[in-house]
């Protein structure tokens, strides 16, 4: 029912521990600095996971490429603050994972790295996060709430599509780009607010169709801090009745 990790341990390899069906829990020390591809993937009866601690590491911990995809019973993870990448898939279909929390020092999710996770229903971002890789959540249906902290990461395209749960969504100022349809699909979300009214700094670009077929969608605030608006923003948001847009817009894309 679990897996013991020695302290000389550094890498797991390929495919070490897939489909290992009788694990329940698994915790991996900080003294692990690479978990390669499928290392525990497809291990059905896998509840909760914990990765690294809030030790001081000079080199951070990279999850690789399907680390945890098909764990369809995954309720429970803790990423520590001694891993700097989520690989891409690494818990794509956990249809499980309610909760997820982030270390303090996460850099990267790659792309796909919670699609089709859906239950999970809240995600907060640590300030040294730099990059949402596009689809990173993907068809998360249950996400209701989520927290983009203080830092600034690049919001990737698709990011947060058909995230059907979301209904309101504050995108504060720190966030600088929002990729092509990073919100599409959204399908009852209610409120939006990007920016505020800073005049300060480089300004934020929201991209092409990022809120597309939010068919719910009534009110949507643009501050000052944004400057672009791409193509095909609000396309096909057919309640939208209520559109307000800071001063400092230079462009507003074609249909």
């Known amino acids: 029912t679990s897996i013991k990790l020695g302290a000389s341990v550094k890498t797991i390899g390929n495919n070490a521990f897939t489909a290992c069906h009788g694990v329940k829990e698994l915790v991996i020390p900080a003294n692990v600095k690479n978990i390669q591809y499928n290392a525990f993937s497809n291990i059905t009866k896998l509840e909760t996971v914990t990765i690294g601690d809030s030790s001081a590491q000079t080199k951070l911990t990279e999850l690789g490429s399907r ?4 764990c369809g019973e995954l309720k429970t993870v803790v990423i520590g603050d001694t891993v700097g990448i989520i690989g891409d898939n690494c818990f794509n279909n956990c249809a499980s ?3 997820v ?4 020092n996460l850099k990267t999710i790659e792309y796909e790295a919670f699609r089709y996770c859906s239950r999970l229903a809240s995600i907060a971002f640590p300030a040294s996060l730099e990059l949402v890789d596009n689809r990173a959540f993907y068809y998360c ?6 927290d983009f902290g203080t830092g600034s990461p690049v919001i990737g395209n698709q990011a947060f599509e058909h995230c059907h749960s979301l209904k309101e969504l ?5 966030i600088k780009n929002i990729g092509t349809s990073a919100f599409i699909g959204c399908k009852n979300l209610v409120s939006v607010t990007v920016g505020d009214d800073s005049n300060l700094g480089m300004r934020t670009v929201i991209g092409g169709a990022a809120f597309q077929d939010c068919e719910a969608l009534t009110t949507a605030v643009i501050g000052n801090s944004v400057s672009k608006l ?4 609000f396309r096909n948001c057919k309640s939208l009745s209520t559109v307000t847009i800071g001063a400092n817009i230079e462009l507003v894309g074609d249909y």
């Open 67 to 70: 680390v945890f995809e098909n």
């Open 170 to 174: 504050v995108i504060p100022a720190n």
């Open 97 to 99: 994972l309610t909760t």
């Open 101 to 104: 929390t982030l270390g303090k």
């Open 141 to 146: 249906t249950a996400l209701t709430s989520i």
């Open 230 to 233: 791409d193509g095909k923003v």
